[in-house]
Structures are given as structure tokens and as C-alpha cells.
């Protein structure tokens, strides 16, 4: 059973860094064919696709978020971790890590979620 916890602080100020860690356990982020993703929702609002990082350490963001996102990993420690630069009020969000099979899409792991709030 793979199981996926994110952590971070719950409030940041805006044009601050938001700062979140993705702890996998079950299975390992080099496992062939999965992506390690990060998925947000704020308030009232569908889920939104943040980017991802692969077994090998490639990586690939919303062109929306492109300048501002960074996703890493450590895999000694079997995490993966994101920045999101430059923060606002619109990303006060839900954020979850989701393991996504590269095949087919499926999004079949999902961390609980940890609320953001951006705000002085």
C-alpha cells in the first residue's frame, strides 16, 4: 500500500514561498512509470494540476505556474518537495501529492491534502 503525506506550514504571507513536502511510503519515487504530482483546489474551485516529477527527476509544470513552481525530490529519503514563488491570496488552496501512472494517467495514490492560506 503506497501511501503519501504532504507537510509544510498551513499559512504564508504573500510574495513569500510557499514550501511543501511530499513523505512516500510503500513504494519508492524511482519505481519505473509513475509521476509524482502535485495537485491543489482552492475555495469553491476544481482540482488544478501543478506539475510533477519523474522517476528519473524530470520535470514538468503548468505553463501558468512555470515561472514561479519548482518541484525536487530527495530520494534518499523517498520525498519530493515544492516551491511556489512569488505567492498570492489566489493560491490559498488544498494542496495533495498524487502518484499518476505515466501509461495511463491514472492518479491512483493520494497524499490526505494540507490547506494553504496565503495571507499577512
Known amino acids: 500500500q503506497v501511501r503519501l503525506q504532504e507537510s509544510g506550514p498551513g499559512l504564508v504571507k504573500p510574495a513569500q514561498t510557499l514550501s511543501l513536502i511530499c513523505t512516500v511510503s510503500?513504494?519508492?519515487?524511482?519505481?519505473?512509470?509513475?509521476?509524482w504530482s502535485w495537485i491543489r483546489q482552492p475555495p469553491g474551485k476544481g482540482l488544478e494540476w501543478l506539475g510533477a516529477?519523474?522517476?528519473?527527476?524530470?520535470?514538468y509544470y503548468s505553463p501558468s505556474l512555470k515561472s514561479r513552481i519548482s518541484i525536487s525530490r530527495d530520494t534518499s529519503k523517498n520525498q519530493f518537495s515544492l516551491q511556489l514563488n512569488s505567492v498570492t491570496p489566489e493560491d490559498t488552496a488544498v494542496y495533495y501529492c498524487?502518484?499518476?501512472?505515466?501509461?495511463?494517467?491514472?492518479?491512483?495514490?493520494w497524499g490526505q491534502g494540507t490547506q494553504v492560506t496565503v495571507s499577512s
Open positions: 498524487v502518484r499518476e501512472g505515466v501509461l495511463a494517467g491514472l492518479r491512483d495514490y
Open positions: 516529477i519523474s522517476n528519473v527527476g524530470s520535470t
Open positions: 510503500g513504494g519508492s519515487i524511482t519505481t519505473d512509470y509513475y509521476y
